[in-house]
């Protein structure tokens, strides 16, 4: 069975910092496509991060490129996201998914970015 | 990037009905097109990919159909747990993009 447990969400100032981690089981880790979703309060979705199974090419949304960085540790089949320079727009539940059209997701973390 | 445009944002709708959702790209994206379900407080579930592929498990009930620019999700008889918000994504290049959103309600 797959499954996705995100963590490392929290409260944080603007400016702040916060890595979110994705615990991934049930699947060849290092296969697959990984991406990073989040949806703010009320709204829809938004694609935000993506990398390849094969080769690990990254590939980022124009709103979060430069302060994010996707990253992943397949020892630990982990995948990571390194959010820096967070602004009140970046407040949302982050979901990862498994591959690059979503055929799994967690649960999501709650990201707050406010003083 | 290529947008999406999800239409339309939101419908009513009886238990029974056929409900037709479009999404259009700004640009051909062949038929990299997929559809998700989701629920409030729920992440979402995909329902198809490449525009017409059922994820495992979703009731035939649900099809999708198009090609380049535009798109469909057909439900064919509403039922009472399809109200929900669906949304659609483009799998054909990076960055990734979704459409707006429809939300299904009871009517």
């Known amino acids: 069975e797959v499954q996705l447990l995100e963590s490392g969400g929290g409260l944080v100032q603007p400016g702040g910092s916060l890595r979110l981690s994705c615990a991934a089981s049930?699947?060849?880790?290092?296969?697959?496509?990984l991406i990073w979703v989040r949806q703010a309060p009320g709204k829809g979705l938004e694609w935000v991060s993506g990398?390849?199974?094969?080769?690990?090419?990254?590939y980022y949304a124009e709103s979060v490129k430069g302060r994010f960085t996707i990253s992943r540790d397949t020892s630990k089949d982990t995948l990571y996201l390194q959010m820096n320079s967070l602004r009140a727009e970046d407040t949302a539940v982050y979901y990862c998914?498994?591959?690059?059209?979503?055929?799994?997701w967690g649960q999501g973390t709650l990201v707050t970015v406010s003083s | 990037d290529i947008q999406m445009t999800q239409s339309p944002s939101s419908l009513s709708a009886s238990v029974g009905d056929r409900v037709i959702i479009t999404c259009r790209a700004s640009?051909?994206?062949?038929?990299?097109l997929a559809w998700y379900q989701q629920k409030p407080g729920k992440p979402p579930k995909r329902l198809m990919y490449?525009?017409?592929r059922l994820h495992g498990g979703v009731p035939p009930r649900f099809s999708g159909s198009g090609s380049g620019t535009e798109f469909t999700l057909t439900i064919s008889s509403l039922q009472p747990e399809d109200f929900a918000t669906y949304y659609c994504?483009?799998?054909?290049?990076?960055?990734?993009?979704f459409g707006g959103g429809t939300k299904v309600e009871i009517k």
């Open positions: 049930g699947f060849s880790f290092s296969s697959y496509a």
């Open positions: 994504l483009q799998h054909n290049s990076y960055p990734r993009t």
């Open positions: 990398i390849t199974g094969s080769d690990g090419n990254t």
């Open positions: 490449a525009t017409s």
């Open positions: 640009q051909g994206i062949r038929n990299d």
């Open positions: 998914a498994k591959d690059s059209t979503g055929e799994y």
